[in-house]
């Protein structure tokens, strides 16, 4: 049985709405994290039909070829890419026959070899203070 809109029109013939609020995140220098939202599932932001989302994503600088990943989910985790390189990202929904336009694309660069030690370092590792003590367990003073 197929859902009718007041104008008689079935839902599934209504096109699909792209993906917005895309965001990336750099996780090293050969990984991105992207995220986004579905307008079409509402709220509760959980993907529960058949849909899928098609991730485009291209070095800009310097130039490669177009390359594209298929995530079940409202996010994705790109690995394989070029160390300090500069992409672009955008994303479309595909559901059934139909397919969405494209997002708004999103740029990020990769990190360069010495940057993801730092960037590990300032978010996972917290400064603790201590006094010094030898094996003992006796404090040196």
């Not at 579905?38 to 485009?56: A, F, L």
């Not at 203070?129 to 094996?135: D, L």
Request: net charge positive; with cysteine; charged share 15%.
């Amino acid at each position: 049985m197929s859902m009718m809109l007041t104008a008689g029109v079935p839902v599934e013939s209504l096109p699909l709405i792209p993906p917005t609020s895309l965001q990336s995140k750099v996780l090293s220098t050969t990984t991105v994290w992207l995220q986004w939202t579905d307008p079409s599932i509402g709220s509760r932001q959980s993907v529960d039909d058949s849909r899928y989302y098609n991730v485009h994503y291209q070095a800009i600088q310097p130039r490669g070829k177009a390359l594209s990943s298929v995530a079940r989910d409202l996010h994705v985790i790109l690995y394989n890419l070029s160390p300090a390189t500069r992409y672009e990202f955008k994303v479309r929904t595909v559901k059934g026959t139909q397919t969405s336009h494209y997002s708004s694309t999103v740029t990020n660069r990769t990190f360069e070899s010495g940057d993801a030690h730092a960037f590990y370092i300032r978010r996972f590792v917290k400064p603790v203070k201590c006094s010094p003590v030898r094996p003992s367990g006796v404090n040196i003073f």
